[in-house]
């Protein structure tokens, strides 16, 4: 896949250079308030392969990506070039931690797919991988069919969509499991009852169901 990833933090270039270990073709944007030269030297340093952008060519970078992944500071992403999302797969990573955001009324009840969906209705919506650290990407991928592999969810209303999302997460080492509506992305997030915890598909089912989440079936499971 063409991999648009926003986001040069620790989790956005972890992601980059597992995508590219899978075979991907990867480019990160960077924040306005980047430097250009500091962005290209993390890319080059971390996921050497990968071509770092530019926040100004980020919409760029949409037209010519399969897949969009969002891994900005959420108190960050009214930066994202929304308008360029149309008909896209979008993966929102973002969580809230007020610490980093500060409070953000506009999330009371709800997740922040949720949320950020509202601003281009248009895209395709999913959320997935949030629920996994920095250290998760780069140490705990495992080949398909393994015994430890570890599960992570996918929320999305679009199923097409989910599907695509479910097949990025399968090559980068990790059991997708379709958790439902994007609503059910609230169950991923920080708080939640899988966030940062070391599951595989048929536990991490298991425990969002038991939180009330709509679970319909480990996606790795229906596809086989």
Known sequence: MKVGLFGAGK???ALAERALEAGHEVRVVGSPR?????LELIVETV??????????R???V??????????????RSGDL??????????VDL????????????????????EVVARRNPRARWVKSLNHLGYH?????????????????????????????????VDSLGFDPVDLGGLTAGRFLEAGGPVFGAFLTAAELAARAAEAGAPVREAVDEAAA
Not at 34 to 38: A, C, E, I, N, R
Not at 62 to 75: C, K, Y
């Open 11 to 13: 989790v956005g270039v």
């Open 34 to 38: 980047q430097d250009s030269l500091m």
């Open 47 to 56: 996921a050497p392969g990968a071509e770092a952008v530019a926040a100004a």
């Open 58 to 60: 980020g919409a760029d």
């Open 62 to 75: 949409v037209a010519w990506a399969d897949v969009v992944l969002l891994a900005v500071p959420l108190s």
């Open 81 to 90: 070039p929304y308008a360029a999302l149309d008909g896209k797969v979008v």
């Open 94 to 113: 973002m969580n809230h931690w007020e610490p980093v955001d500060g409070p953000m009324p506009e999330l009371a009840g709800l997740g922040t797919s």
């Open 136 to 168: 998760d990407v780069e140490t705990d991928a495992r080949p398909a069919g393994a015994a430890d592999r570890r599960a992570v969810g996918v929320a999305t209303d679009d199923p097409e969509a989910g599907a695509v999302v479910a097949q990025l």
